[in-house]
């Protein structure tokens, strides 16, 4: 880009007062360099825009300026919380808790000082802690909100800023869209700040009680359904933390049980640089590769595996007894395991009168719905987004859907919940629940795998491809935006991927039962359903590609998968 004198003056303007307001040196000096060394390309990708708190909060690179995520943009989206928390409730509180990231306890102080400054009663975390924990605490605290430092799965040079609310979930309108124009409307003149003395001797800010640690971990193993199966069972897990803060609770949580676990060592401490990975995902089946090996050396029963912030759960699994190799199940395939045996067993042992009530996200395998309905329980697609699985909690607890109590919510990518004393997707308990699960098969002769084939010969099998086009930079936004409009030029009877669509339904057309969202959802003659997304959290379009066995059955279709897949994305490029 060919930079004019007055675009530089007006990026240089920018850089200043962004370092005018810059608290951390590390961030100030980042910038300073980049003038100093007239990196105009470097310094209008800082500049070019401001990091916006959305719909999720807000994640971003770190780094200094206006374009990254650092101890000004915390400190500023902080304030605008303050501002929202004090026109709701007149003596709010926030919990804060912080992943193993690079400055997620810098961010997670920075955060905490500005409340506490604005007269927020802030609980904050000594040591870091995972999502679901927190989620458990704005609730058994009774806060008013919550705030998590994290990027998720994200690679290292990313961090970010979710925002919950009193029912345990991330923030859903109003409140979102309210906290959003506060947040972004925030000027370096309008933040309120103190130290971390001056909010501690206040009072402002205190740490979270360790009780509220123990109450998680009761709630935990009460939630267990055949217990006397899994305490002090002989088998072995083979876990890594992926350097995040999923380490103590899940291994707690399995010594309190009994049960023998073996961690990873070289992932075992937590770690913002994330040096043994290129992407902290149990998703990738790179991240899982140390686990599963660890697992061959000990033949262990099953293989867990945890993101930074202990909301993603990947399971492996032996293909057969002698243990010396392992599957890595999908998404969809740990939650058609889970919702099989959450309600075969609620069906077996009648712990509760109602309906079992599942939630799913629009892009989890269809595979649920229908073991749902077969067993008496009742599924409900959400968008994507475990906020809109908390939505569902919340309408069963305050009454609004009555005669339904909740048992299982799940995501593709890797997101479970088995209890309903969180809100947000938990790899903590589902961790939990899966060891159980395991237990009882083991106790009645059959492994997971073999579970897993009885599913589809009963319901069809059926398989997905998920895959995305990244678009950084400032042209990125605007080349989304154009392929999503061109997508949306389609109907019924046009062609894609060589396949004619039989039809089409677009999330922002009123009346398809879901809020009005960026999405697209397209089934085509041949039998493949493709759901089409930007993310919400990243600079990407992400695409859903569901596949059910045709005449060829199983085998046919694994074969032909990775052709079908080619040509989706030679169609989507």
């Not at 961010?107 to 458990?136: E, I, Q």
């Not at 008013?144 to 345990?168: C, F, Q, R």
């Not at 023998?260 to 401490?269: D, F, G, H, M, N």
């Not at 936004?477 to 089409?504: D, Q, V, W």
Request: glycine content about 8%; aromatic content about 8%.
């Amino acid at each position: 880009m060919d930079f004019t004198e007055k675009m530089k003056d007006d990026i240089l303007t920018q850089a200043r007062e962004y370092i005018d307001a810059e608290t951390d040196a590390v961030f100030k000096d980042e910038v300073e360099a980049a003038i100093e060394m007239e990196d105009w390309e470097g310094l209008y990708d800082r500049f070019y825009t401001s990091l916006a708190f959305g719909t999720a909060g807000m994640r971003g690179v770190i780094g200094g300026g206006t374009n990254r995520i650092n101890t000004y943009m915390v400190r500023k989206v902080s304030q605008g919380l303050a501002q929202y928390l004090l026109s709701a409730v007149s003596e709010p509180s926030t919990v804060i808790a912080y992943d193993s990231r690079l400055f997620s306890k810098e961010f997670a102080l920075s955060a905490a000082c500005v409340l506490a400054a604005n007269g927020v009663k802030v609980y904050l975390y000594d040591t870091l802690h995972p999502v679901p924990m927190l989620s458990f605490a704005v609730r058994y605290l009774k806060a008013t909100s919550g705030i998590v430092i994290t990027a998720s799965h994200n690679p290292s040079k990313y961090n970010g800023y979710k925002v919950y609310w009193s029912d345990g979930g991330q923030v859903t309108p109003p409140h979102d869209i309210g906290i959003a124009d506060l947040a972004n409307a925030v000027t370096p003149d309008k933040i309120r700040d103190m130290t971390e003395g001056e909010a501690r001797r206040s009072g402002k800010l205190v740490s979270v009680p360790d009780d509220v640690d123990n109450a998680y971990y009761e709630m935990v193993i009460s939630s267990l359904r055949r217990p006397e199966l899994v305490k002090g069972s002989d088998i072995m897990v083979a876990y890594t933390p992926l350097h995040g803060s999923g380490n103590v609770p899940v291994r707690h949580m399995l010594s309190t049980l009994g049960i023998r676990c073996s961690v990873v060592k070289e992932q075992e401490a937590p770690d913002g640089s994330f040096p043994t990975v290129k992407l902290p995902n149990p998703e990738s089946a790179e991240a899982m590769q140390r686990v599963i090996a660890l697992a061959k050396e000990i033949k262990a029963d099953i293989v867990l595996g945890t993101d930074p912030d202990a909301d993603r759960l990947g399971i492996a699994i032996p293909t057969d007894s002698s243990k010396t190799d392992y599957l890595l199940l999908t998404g969809n395939q740990i939650a058609t395991l889970l919702v099989d045996y959450l309600l075969s067993t609620a069906r077996e042992l009648k712990a509760r009168d109602g309906i079992p009530f599942v939630a799913k996200s629009l892009v989890t395998t269809d595979i649920v719905r229908k073991i749902a309905e077969k067993n008496g329980g009742e599924c409900k697609d959400v968008l994507t987004g475990f906020k809109y699985i908390a939505e569902e909690i919340e309408k069963i607890e305050s009454g609004r859907n009555p005669g339904r109590y909740f048992l299982f919510g799940c995501e593709e990518s890797y997101g479970f919940l088995t209890v309903p004393s969180v809100h947000d997707k938990d790899a903590v308990s589902s961790s939990v629940a899966a060891v159980e699960m395991m237990c009882y098969y083991a106790s009645i002769g059959k492994t997971l795998q073999q579970r897993l084939d009885e599913i589809y010969a009963e319901y069809g099998y059926s398989t997905e491809v998920v895959f995305s086009n990244e678009f950084d930079g400032a042209e990125g936004k605007e080349k989304m935006k154009g392929i999503m409009a061109s997508l949306r030029s389609l109907s019924a009877g046009s062609k894609l991927a060589g396949r004619t669509i039989e039809g089409m339904e677009d999330l922002l057309d009123e009346g398809t039962g879901f809020p009005k969202s960026d999405v697209v959802i397209f089934r085509f003659k041949s039998g493949e359903k493709l759901v089409v997304r930007p993310s919400g959290t990243e600079p990407k379009i992400k695409y859903y590609l569901f596949l059910t066995e045709g005449k060829g059955g199983r085998k046919a279709l694994e074969e032909g998968k990775a052709e079908i897949k080619e040509e989706f994305v030679k169609a989507l490029s």
